[in-house]
């Protein structure tokens, strides 16, 4: 009996809850597992039958169209049968509990549950209430993390650097709201990654990033001198809870990523977004359709990393 709730007995990923816990050699595996599954969506037929005959449930308690899409893409690709739960009509909205509406989904013989809450933790209750053999993967829980997100963000950085181990990254804007930005804090720092750098102003930087191991800056010239990776993140703007800036516009001036800021970063530095993008707040649209920005192969590789992550939890 493990202590590790991802981790069953013989150290197999049977959940994916958050990077925080996992050893270096998961995180490795998943990395690898995805490499191979790249190439199945460049094929003229783009499924393999690794989750023939079992049912994932998309359990989006928070909206949220693209990472439910590319979870539906992967579990198809897979040859699981997919439900996805209309929230918008679903029991939740009557006032069933969380574990009460799981519990009857479970009932029905699911496999797999994919869990998006805006609750932190959400991922984490479910887990512990359901049966061995159900398994659950968090697509984001509150301000927590979001595992595959920051997975499929190294993968990235991997395909284009090789290697970890002599990088400058660079996490720009609002890392308090963000649980991508934990997820690739998290994940930078187990696989190796030197220098991890926050920027953003002091509203939107948590006042303990750097227990991280985190270098922090407030501006932006000094953050992205010489550095290897630059990842842009979303104003959460949902999550804010009063005035945290003065305006987008003056958001923009100082921590947008133009192509004038951009040039403090190493000539053959990469640009990542995990979308959706504000082109004009956080990025200038000469970035993010630049020849620096690897946007769109981070929602390609997305694909892949969640194939992995659900082809190893199914057969632990």
Known sequence: MTANPQLNA????????????????????ILDTARSFVSIGEREVKKVPLLRGKSVFNLFFEASTRTRTTFEIAAKRLSADVINLNISTSSQN???????????????NADLFVVRHA???????????????IHVINAGDGRHEHPTQGLLDVFTIRHYKNEFSNLRVAI???????????SQIHAL???????????????????????L???VYHDMAAGLKDVDVITMLRLQNERMQGPLLPSPQEFFKNYGLTPEK????????I????????????????????????????????????????SMVASS
């Not at 150290?11 to 050699?25: C, K, M, N, V």
């Not at 220098?195 to 227990?211: K, M, N, Q, S, V």
């Open 10 to 29: 013989r150290g197999e990923l049977t959940h994916l809850l958050d990077i925080e816990g996992l050893p270096a050699s998961i995180l490795w595996q």
């Open 213 to 215: 191991g985190v270098h």
């Open 262 to 269: 951009l040039a403090f970063a190493r000539p053959d530095a």
């Open 172 to 182: 720009v804007g609002d890392v308090l709201h963000s649980r991508v930005a934990r």
């Open 94 to 108: 009557k006032g069933e509990r969380v574990l009460d509406t799981v519990a009857n989904l479970a009932a029905m």
């Open 189 to 211: 720092a187990r696989l190796g990654c030197p220098e991890i750098r926050a920027i953003g102003p002091r509203t939107l930087l948590p006042r303990d990033i750097g227990a």
């Open 271 to 310: 640009v990542l977004h995990p979308g959706p993008i504000n082109r004009g707040v956080e990025i200038d649209s000469s970035v993010a359709d630049g020849s620096q920005s690897v946007i769109l192969p981070q929602v390609t590789f997305g694909i892949a990393i969640r194939m992995a992550v659900m």
């Open 119 to 133: 609750q932190s933790g959400a991922a984490h209750l479910i887990a512990k209430h359901v049966s061995p053999d």
